[in-house]
């Protein structure tokens, strides 16, 4: 039986092959929840019975998307999750320690061929690992932390073949929006979508991170990058699709000719070329969240702001993605750059991205972004206009005080 890299993950975790449309039950490598799911799931987990986690050193717990606490009601939601650390002795990512999405393959937690769970929609972002990743409910992760195991219905898979190479500006954030305006936001619903040809397989580590990120704004139960290239600091096995292995949907796209895109409210599928809106004002820019605040991109962002200042009436806000980029970005000066500029920085985590705090804008203001979805109220105010770019457009228009293009 020919098999796509879905199937043959879930076939080595469930212990026999698998085709699209079994059902299977199978071992996990890993889980991990944040502050918005982690009291769902400790709760979901004592309802259980549950009195002692099934592998303590493999549940991670993190603190992100409102850290630090904003109030007293997620203080003791945070305290909730330290306590429970404790007795369990499970992993806990404390404030400003970063973005889970960053920290489970920062400290590889999750690595290439593994079938992982995380409570946050964001989790197929470790195909870029060429792992298995998918989002649960807080309900279901309890189960797992209580047994190790999970049931699914094996996916039927997307394969999107992607060649050319990008021109200079151009990055890999343009490209899943592009992809996203292909296929829009339900395009690949319950499906896993595979990523591959020659633009994938030259993209670094952070760039398929963007790629695996997004594909859960098509409405995927996963994103797999094609491990061709895959540059990591370990040892590791890859796995790749057979040959004549069968999927639902198989696209071709050239885009040696792309231009820098724009996600304009209220959808990530609402793409058009960066031409069609030179010149829209804007108040508010952010580079941060799990899709595109990794080192490469804060570089991208000090090349376009290096000596300059922002627009008058424009505020920059950066999130960086964990305190190891952080501190890598300060060690190699990208951080003085940014800061002399006009950027502001705070906490790693999610912040402005969920519309937690630290962050939201004011009714009627123009925001330009780097994050993955822009519905209406997604950064905390409906009345506000969100649009998506990568982190040089972001900071190209917070440099001219209009949506403009990196160069």
Same mark, same amino acid.
């Given at each position: 039986?020919?098999?796509?890299?879905?199937?043959?993950?879930?076939?080595?975790?469930?212990?026999?092959?698998?085709?699209?449309?079994?059902?299977?039950?199978?071992?996990?490598?890993?889980?991990?929840?944040?502050?918005?799911?982690?009291?769902?799931?400790?709760?979901?987990?004592?309802?259980?019975?549950?009195?002692?986690?099934?592998?303590?050193?493999?549940?991670?717990?993190?603190?992100?998307?409102?850290?630090?606490?904003?109030?007293?009601?997620?203080?003791?939601?945070?305290?909730?999750?330290?306590?429970?650390?404790?007795?369990?002795?499970?992993?806990?990512?404390?404030?400003?320690?970063?973005?889970?999405?960053?920290?489970?393959?920062?400290?590889?937690?999750?690595?290439?061929?593994?079938?992982?769970?995380?409570?946050?929609?964001?989790?197929?972002?470790?195909?870029?690992?060429?792992?298995?990743?998918?989002?649960?409910?807080?309900?279901?992760?309890?189960?797992?932390?209580?047994?190790?195991?999970?049931?699914?219905?094996?996916?039927?898979?997307?394969?999107?073949?992607?060649?050319?190479?990008?021109?200079?500006?151009?990055?890999?954030?343009?490209?899943?929006?592009?992809?996203?305006?292909?296929?829009?936001?339900?395009? &690949?619903?319950?499906? &896993?979508?595979?990523?591959?040809?020659?633009?994938?397989?030259?993209?670094?580590?952070?760039?398929?991170?963007?790629?695996?990120?997004?594909?859960?704004?098509?409405?995927?139960?996963?994103?797999?990058?094609?491990?061709?290239?895959?540059?990591?600091?370990?040892?590791?096995?890859?796995?790749?699709?057979?040959?004549?292995?069968?999927?639902?949907?198989?696209?071709?796209?050239?885009?040696?000719?792309?231009?820098?895109?724009?996600?304009?409210?209220?959808?990530?599928?609402?793409?058009?070329?960066?031409?069609?809106?030179?010149?829209?004002?804007?108040?508010?820019?952010?580079?941060?969240?799990?899709?595109?605040?990794?080192?490469?991109?804060?570089?991208?962002?000090?090349?376009?702001?290096?000596?300059?200042?922002?627009?008058?009436?424009?505020?920059?806000?950066? &999130?960086?993605?964990?305190?190891?980029?952080?501190?890598?970005?300060?060690?190699?000066?990208?951080?003085?750059?940014?800061?002399? &500029?006009?950027?502001?920085?705070?906490?790693?985590?999610?912040?402005?991205?969920?519309?937690?705090?630290?962050?939201?804008?004011?009714?009627?203001?123009?925001?330009?972004?780097?994050?993955?979805?822009?519905?209406?109220?997604?950064?905390?105010?409906?009345?506000?206009?969100?649009?998506?770019?990568?982190?040089?457009?972001?900071?190209?228009?917070?440099?001219?005080?209009?949506?403009?293009?990196?160069?």
């Amino acid at each position: 039986m020919k098999q796509t890299i879905s199937e043959k993950i879930i076939s080595k975790h469930t212990g026999k092959p698998v085709k699209a449309g079994d059902i299977a039950i199978v071992h996990v490598d890993g889980v991990m929840a944040t502050d918005a799911t982690s009291p769902f799931a400790i709760k979901a987990f004592r309802e259980m019975g549950g009195k002692k986690l099934w592998d303590s050193k493999k549940v991670s717990l993190i603190i992100d998307h409102a850290s630090p606490a904003p109030n007293e009601t997620v203080a003791n939601l945070h305290k909730l999750m330290r306590d429970f650390s404790a007795e369990m002795g499970c992993r806990l990512y404390d404030i400003g320690e970063g973005i889970c999405h960053q920290l489970m393959v920062e400290d590889a937690h999750v690595k290439p061929g593994d079938l992982f769970l995380g409570a946050d929609s964001h989790t197929p972002t470790y195909g870029a690992l060429n792992a298995f990743a998918i989002g649960v409910g807080s309900t279901d992760l309890a189960a797992t932390m209580l047994t190790g195991k999970t049931w699914l219905k094996v996916p039927k898979s997307i394969k999107l073949t992607i060649n050319g190479e990008l021109r200079k500006g151009v990055t890999a954030k343009d490209l899943i929006l592009f992809l996203l305006k292909e296929l829009g936001v339900e395009g &690949a619903n319950y499906q &896993a979508v595979e990523f591959t040809g020659e633009t994938i397989q030259h993209m670094t580590l952070a760039s398929r991170m963007v790629i695996a990120n997004m594909s859960s704004e098509m409405g995927a139960k996963t994103g797999l990058v094609d491990p061709t290239g895959l540059e990591l600091w370990y040892p590791f096995e890859p796995t790749f699709a057979d040959k004549d292995a069968e999927y639902i949907r198989e696209l071709s796209f050239d885009v040696s000719a792309l231009r820098p895109q724009i996600a304009k409210p209220h959808s990530p599928e609402n793409v058009v070329a960066i031409d069609e809106l030179k010149g829209t004002k804007i108040n508010y820019a952010f580079i941060g969240s799990c899709t595109n605040t990794r080192l490469e991109d804060l570089h991208a962002a000090a090349d376009v702001l290096k000596g300059k200042q922002l627009s008058n009436g424009v505020r920059l806000i950066i &999130a960086p993605a964990s305190k190891r980029v952080f501190n890598d970005a300060l060690k190699d000066g990208t951080i003085e750059i940014l800061s002399s &500029a006009g950027a502001t920085f705070i906490t790693s985590g999610c912040g402005p991205c969920v519309g937690s705090h630290l962050g939201v804008p004011g009714d009627g203001e123009v925001v330009i972004s780097s994050t993955n979805r822009n519905f209406q109220g997604r950064m905390g105010n409906p009345k506000a206009l969100v649009y998506l770019g990568s982190p040089a457009v972001v900071a190209a228009s917070a440099l001219a005080g209009e949506i403009v293009e990196p160069e």
